[in-house]
């Protein structure tokens, strides 16, 4: 699942903001979205993945994706980064 995925990964960027610098610097190998999250929130990320051809998964939970992270909030967007 995802969220494992998320875990594993050697690095990752958290957040809205962040994701989108590192998708417009070509860093990204992979998005995570939460479902639950306000659109308006990730519209931005989800076109520029789109844009930039980078595969994008949603999973259900901005909660269990800021677990995921190690983070104690939610999270609406997580960039699983290139090594």
Do not use: F, H, W
Request: positive net charge; contains cysteine.
């Amino acid at each position: 699942m995802s969220y494992e995925k998320v875990s594993q990964a050697p690095r990752i960027i958290v957040g809205t903001k962040q994701t989108v610098k590192a998708l417009k610097t070509e860093q990204v190998k992979e998005i995570v979205v939460a479902e639950d999250a306000d659109p308006s929130v990730t519209a931005q990320v989800m076109n520029l993945a789109a844009e930039y051809e980078i595969p994008l998964t949603k999973v259900p939970s901005m909660k269990k994706l800021g677990k995921a992270c190690g983070i104690e909030v939610g999270a609406a967007t997580v960039a699983i980064l290139l090594l």
